[in-house]
């Protein structure tokens, strides 16, 4: 079956740091979601990649989706406390699922 | 004020008993979704429904059931047979029924089985 693994599962950085997080299928991805979940909280949608080689950002975060549509990646520039939480990506392989698979989730910790 | 609702938050149950988690949705959802998060596993499916009096089993769906009468209502039945009930459920829902729509996720009910 399809798996969608991330890495790392667990990140610390001091506050002002840059943060990357990698997500990688054993199978293409018709798409891949970003979500953000804060601690005690629930998962929220943050971005959607579609095309090969797609890079979309949001003020801090920049979302790259791979040439060969097996990878993404998530990368917030200069950390902020406020940036604390798990994020997950989920993808959805080519056969027309109409569900998604989500990665075991970085978490990442911004130490002030 | 439009959203997914979950119900309790935080539950406990003695081992043996089935327990009924509530998902209700206002969002006009037609696709709603059952997750089971555990520390360091991500998101799993459990069940997930396209349309009302339909649904499919996700990849944990043993020990599980569902139902889905009304478009707003997703309940899911933790049943005796789940051998390790104690978890994080989360309902989702999204507008159409392919996975290009975003999930739109509930506030999530902490199960603890005693």
């Known amino acids: 079956g399809q798996q969608v693994m991330q890495i790392p599962q667990y990140q610390h950085v001091q506050e002002g740091e840059d943060f990357t997080t990698y997500c990688n299928s054993s199978?293409?991805?018709?798409?891949i979601q970003w979500y953000k979940q804060r601690p005690g909280g629930h998962p929220v949608f943050l971005i959607q990649?579609?095309?090969?080689?797609e890079v979309k950002k949001q003020k801090r975060l920049t979302f790259q989706f791979g040439e060969a549509k097996k990878n993404s990646s998530l990368h917030i520039t200069a950390t902020q406390t406020t940036d604390v939480g798990t994020y997950f990506c989920?993808?959805?392989?080519?056969?027309?699922?109409?569900?998604?698979?989500f990665g075991t989730g970085t978490r990442l910790t911004v130490i002030p | 004020d439009g959203g997914i609702t979950q119900s309790p938050k935080y539950l406990f149950r003695k081992e043996g008993q089935n327990v009924t988690l509530s998902c209700e949705q206002n969002?006009?959802?037609?696709?709603m979704y059952w997750y089971r998060q555990d520390p360091g596993q991500g998101l799993r499916l459990i069940y997930y429904?396209?349309?009302?009096?339909?649904?499919q089993k996700g990849d944990i769906a043993e020990g599980y059931s569902v139902s889905r009468e009304k478009k707003e209502s997703f309940p899911l039945t933790v049943t005796s047979a789940q051998k390790n009930p104690t978890a994080f459920y989360l309902c989702a829902s999204s507008v159409g029924t392919n996975s290009y729509n975003e999930q739109f996720f509930g506030p999530g009910t902490r199960l603890t089985v005693l």
């Open positions: 429904s396209q349309i009302v009096n339909d649904f």
């Open positions: 990649l579609v095309k090969s080689g």
């Open positions: 989920a993808g959805s392989d080519q056969t027309g699922a109409n569900n998604l698979f």
């Open positions: 199978t293409t991805l018709s798409n």
């Open positions: 969002l006009n959802h037609d696709a």
